[in-house]
């Protein structure tokens, strides 16, 4: 048992575990990772199986997740090296019914392109219950946009910002918030410790994008991490020419790692909340 980040050889699992730190079960064996939350057994990414190294063993890989989660409804896990791209050794856990999800992370190493708060615009953190009301709606909204199912997707968004939440009184994440008056328009989370910070579910309400507000999110997550700890490395996950990834690269990051995910979801539907940043 232990929090399995300095053992983790990337940067996208080492957030990866930063993010569910407080809140999961960590168990690292000497050919994986194991990371489980008890209190959120539906959400996928919280409790899932990191394969050290980038040895692809379909059934073997399968059967190993099965036997460390067995209460799990859905299948996903990972590998943790830096350099995988899906190729032959991936095919049969598509004939297993397997999605396979190629991520990009990107991580700055390299002085931060600042960006200025929009006129009418104000950046602070989320700290009142109406502020947190209005951030769990722009989440439901934006997925509904995208295509999920609004009381599913709803039930879900509430019990991760339970979790959330904790860790954010604890210190070990922060939530910002950019508002036009009184309205949310924009959010981002952002956890971080000494080597390694992540940003977590850039959205942004319609009527207020393209407006430089999420790069301007950017600068102020960045801020706030730096000054938890100056040497700590941000960090997102994401597809490099999709939205966020283009936002984050006009902010000076860069392409770090590419990791690959196989998941199964329940009962063969493919319905898995995306993880944005």
Same mark, same amino acid.
């Given at each position: 048992?232990?929090?399995?980040?300095?053992?983790?050889?990337?940067?996208?699992v080492r957030s990866?575990?930063?993010?569910?730190?407080?809140?999961?079960?960590?168990?690292?064996?000497?050919?994986?990772?194991?990371?489980?939350?008890?209190?959120?057994?539906?959400?996928?990414?919280?409790?899932?199986?990191?394969?050290?190294?980038?040895?692809?063993?379909?059934?073997?890989?399968?059967?190993?997740?099965?036997?460390?989660?067995?209460?799990?409804?859905?299948?996903?896990?990972?590998?943790?090296?830096?350099?995988?791209?899906?190729?032959?050794?991936?095919?049969?856990?598509?004939?297993?019914?397997?999605?396979?999800?190629?991520?990009?992370?990107?991580?700055?190493?390299?002085?931060?392109?600042?960006?200025?708060?929009?006129?009418?615009?104000?950046?602070?953190?989320?700290?009142?219950?109406?502020?947190?009301?209005?951030?769990?709606?722009?989440?439901?909204?934006?997925?509904?946009?995208? +295509?999920?199912?609004?009381?599913?997707?709803?039930?879900?968004?509430?019990?991760?910002?339970?979790?959330?939440?904790?860790?954010?009184?604890?210190?070990?994440?922060?939530?910002?918030?950019?508002?036009?008056?009184?309205?949310?328009?924009?959010?981002?989370?952002i956890y971080a410790?000494?080597?390694?910070?992540?940003?977590?579910?850039?959205?942004?309400r319609p009527s207020?994008?393209?407006?430089?507000?999420?790069?301007?999110?950017?600068?102020?997550?960045?801020?706030?991490?730096?000054?938890?700890? =100056?040497?700590?490395? =941000?960090?997102?996950?994401?597809?490099?020419?999709?939205?966020?990834?283009?936002?984050?690269?006009?902010?000076?990051?860069?392409?770090?790692?590419?990791?690959?995910?196989?998941?199964?979801?329940?009962? +063969?539907?493919?319905?898995?909340?995306?993880?944005?940043?």
């Amino acid at each position: 048992m232990g929090n399995g980040q300095d053992l983790a050889q990337t940067l996208g699992v080492r957030s990866d575990l930063l993010v569910e730190r407080s809140v999961s079960e960590v168990v690292v064996h000497p050919d994986r990772i194991v990371l489980r939350i008890p209190d959120e057994p539906h959400y996928w990414a919280g409790n899932m199986v990191f394969f050290r190294g980038d040895k692809v063993d379909p059934e073997q890989q399968i059967a190993q997740f099965r036997k460390d989660l067995p209460e799990a409804a859905h299948t996903m896990f990972g590998w943790d090296t830096p350099d995988m791209k899906i190729g032959p050794e991936h095919a049969p856990f598509s004939r297993f019914g397997y999605e396979l999800e190629q991520i990009d992370v990107l991580s700055l190493a390299q002085p931060l392109n600042r960006a200025p708060t929009p006129d009418g615009i104000n950046i602070r953190p989320i700290e009142t219950e109406e502020d947190w009301k209005q951030v769990i709606a722009l989440q439901i909204d934006t997925a509904v946009e995208q +295509g999920y199912d609004r009381d599913s997707f709803g039930i879900y968004v509430s019990k991760r910002f339970e979790s959330r939440r904790r860790q954010i009184k604890a210190g070990l994440a922060n939530w910002f918030g950019a508002f036009d008056g009184d309205l949310l328009v924009a959010d981002l989370g952002i956890y971080a410790d000494a080597a390694v910070s992540r940003f977590q579910e850039v959205e942004t309400r319609p009527s207020h994008r393209k407006h430089g507000i999420c790069a301007a999110l950017v600068t102020v997550g960045v801020d706030w991490a730096k000054a938890q700890a =100056p040497e700590t490395i =941000p960090v997102l996950q994401a597809h490099s020419d999709g939205p966020a990834g283009r936002i984050y690269r006009r902010c000076g990051f860069e392409h770090r790692e590419t990791l690959v995910l196989a998941i199964l979801p329940p009962q +063969g539907t493919f319905e898995r909340p995306a993880d944005t940043a």
